[in-house]
């Protein structure tokens, strides 16, 4: 299966925002999408799903009100605006595809992206 491929990460200050992008192909795009981080000498941990209609969406405490997950279904993309970030969202960022909606086990998921990077530079 074709990777989904992540952009958007970069160096961000405390407070700012960023908006990163997964584009996926659509056999995988059809499923629930999800988005996780790793931070260095950290396990992998979910940040946010959504389901194909886009009204399903779950976040995990750390991120809610802060995080939101979208999609455009005709570009086979699915988004995470981060906003009022802060030094403990620095991680890489990695986007995946799972067959169950509201799935946050990263056993669930499959055919993950390579990651973006998202850094705090305060």
């Known amino acids: 299966q074709v990777q989904p491929v992540e952009s958007g990460g970069g160096l961000v200050q405390a407070g700012g925002s960023l908006r990163l992008s997964c584009a996926a192909s659509?056999?995988?795009?059809?499923?629930?999408m999800g988005w996780f981080r790793q931070a260095p000498g950290k396990e992998r941990e979910f940040v946010a799903g959504?389901?194909?209609?886009?009204?399903?969406?779950d976040y995990a405490d750390s991120v809610k009100g802060r995080f939101t997950i979208s999609r455009d279904n005709a570009k086979n993309t699915v988004f995470l605006q981060m906003n009022n970030l802060k030094p403990e969202d620095t991680a890489d960022y990695y986007c995946?595809?799972?067959?169950?909606?509201?799935?946050?086990?990263?056993?669930?998921?499959?055919?993950w992206g390579q990651g973006t990077q998202v850094t705090d530079s305060s």
């Open positions: 959504i389901d194909w209609s886009g009204g399903n969406t």
């Open positions: 659509g056999r995988t795009f059809s499923r629930y």
């Open positions: 995946a595809a799972s067959l169950r909606i509201g799935a946050r086990s990263q056993s669930e998921y499959y055919n």
